[in-house]
């Protein structure tokens, strides 16, 4: 369900419909479900099509770029931390954005979860066929947009480290080293917090700009706190009290950070803690 909507809150909404409509079932037919999983895979997808489907309408309204709720990611166990890494990046995420609900419906029951597509046919009410076309087209265009040259997991970490480092030191020529030259900037506000409108683009304009936010931060004590967010380096931005104000996730691709996706919006960091006002931080200010 995060999958499809890259949301915390619609994922728990379509999750517990499933349950309420799977209870609902087993009481009216007075027997057990033959296949407990596929039935419940497919109760799941379904609300969330419908789910999707009129989420894309606000969206569209939305105020500025819209980016998926961030999950912090503290568990240590491998397999899951592959998972995450794989398929719930924020990257990925904002790429699945670009496909049908019925396409990534279709994308993530096959990619993702490894379904036949037999069995992925009834779900989406398509042919076998025609799901095999849909994945074929989705597939593509999810790959123009993936890391080609992705680096493990400790080298990933470590150029996080140096990179807050160097934005700790103003060393505006070492943020330069570790930006792709076409680095892309992109912050989510929703009109809930302040953010640049549109992406911003370029090493060097991207690292000026930081330097600037983080110059302006320590006068108001925000700090940075390197984490994990969807299975990426991520930083999380703090208020003096310790607030979360943002979550900046890193996709680093061939070396060297490609992508930055700032999460600012406090509807979307609510599941995370106590947050922050940062309107009201710099009205005090």
Not at 26 to 54: F, H
Not at 71 to 91: F, G, K, Q
Request: aromatic share 6%; net charge negative; with cysteine.
């Amino acid at each position: 369900a995060y999958r499809m909507l890259g949301s915390v809150a619609e994922a728990e909404d379509i999750v517990q419909e499933a349950f309420l409509r799977m209870y609902r079932s087993t009481q009216q037919s007075a027997g057990e479900i033959d296949n407990l999983d596929a039935y419940a895979t497919k109760v799941t997808t379904r609300i969330a099509i419908d789910t999707l489907r009129s989420a894309r309408h606000r969206r569209e309204q939305y105020v500025g770029p819209w980016l998926p709720e961030p999950i912090l990611v503290s568990d240590e166990d491998p397999s899951h931390r592959l998972e995450l890494d794989e398929t719930v990046s924020t990257a990925f995420l904002v790429l699945l954005e670009s496909l049908t609900p019925v396409e990534r419906a279709v994308f993530v029951l096959r990619e993702v979860l490894g379904y036949d597509y037999e069995d992925i046919a009834p779900i989406v009410d398509k042919s076998a066929t025609n799901c095999r076309q849909i994945f074929t087209r989705a597939r593509k265009r999810i790959a123009d947009g993936t890391p080609r040259f992705e680096p493990s997991r400790e080298r990933r970490d470590q150029l996080a480290s140096q990179f807050v480092a160097a934005l700790s030191a103003s060393d505006i020529a070492g943020l330069e080293r570790l930006l792709a030259d076409d680095v892309v900037f992109v912050a989510d506000g929703g009109g809930r917090a302040p953010a640049i409108q549109k992406p911003m683009l370029g090493a060097v304009a991207v690292a000026r700009f930081l330097l600037g936010l983080m110059r302006q931060g320590e006068r108001f004590g925000v700090r940075l706190e390197l984490s994990h967010a969807n299975g990426q380096p991520a930083m999380l931005t703090r208020g003096a009290d310790g607030a979360l104000l943002g979550v900046i996730a890193l996709d680093v691709d061939g070396g060297r950070i490609v992508r930055m996706h700032n999460v600012l919006n406090p509807d979307k960091l609510g599941h995370l803690g106590e947050v922050g006002d940062l309107f009201a931080l710099l009205a005090e200010r």
